[in-house]
């Protein structure tokens, strides 16, 4: 992110969250929870696969976690921004350990960059 930290999206944790929900059921993201199996290995497998792109400016992209897994098939790494990784984590991690939720957090000192993560409750 640059140092304007442009404004994202504020409807992105219900669109995200809705994907996230979406997606839990599909075969390809059943696998992954499946060979990961906790969230230390999926945290590790991000390190490794994902490539940071960042959306363009005032445009918000959000790829669903079963594209992001169908691209990682294809090309091997993933791609996009924290609210695309986000996503992903969120539609793997509730099999894996626990029920994920969307936790809403700001930059406030980075020209008000408001971005949400997921958390997990046992």
């Not at 959306?55 to 959000?62: H, L, Q, S, T």
């Not at 969120?90 to 949400?116: C, D, E, H, K, M």
Request: proline share 9%; hydrophobic share 45%; with cysteine.
């Amino acid at each position: 992110m640059d140092s304007t930290g442009k404004a994202g999206n504020s409807d992105n944790p219900t669109d995200n969250a809705g994907l996230a929900l979406r997606d839990q059921a599909h075969p390809a993201v059943r696998q992954a929870a499946d060979q990961l199996g906790s969230p230390a290995a999926l945290d590790e497998f991000f390190r490794a696969a994902w490539r940071i792109v960042p959306d363009p400016d005032y445009v918000e992209f959000i790829s669903s976690p079963a594209r992001q897994l169908a691209l990682f098939s294809e090309r091997g790494y993933l791609s996009g921004d924290c609210d695309d990784a986000a996503t992903l984590a969120a539609s793997i991690l509730p099999p894996v350990a626990g029920r994920a939720f969307w936790l809403p957090s700001g930059y406030q000192a980075i020209a008000n960059f408001p971005t949400s993560l997921p958390a997990l409750l046992k």
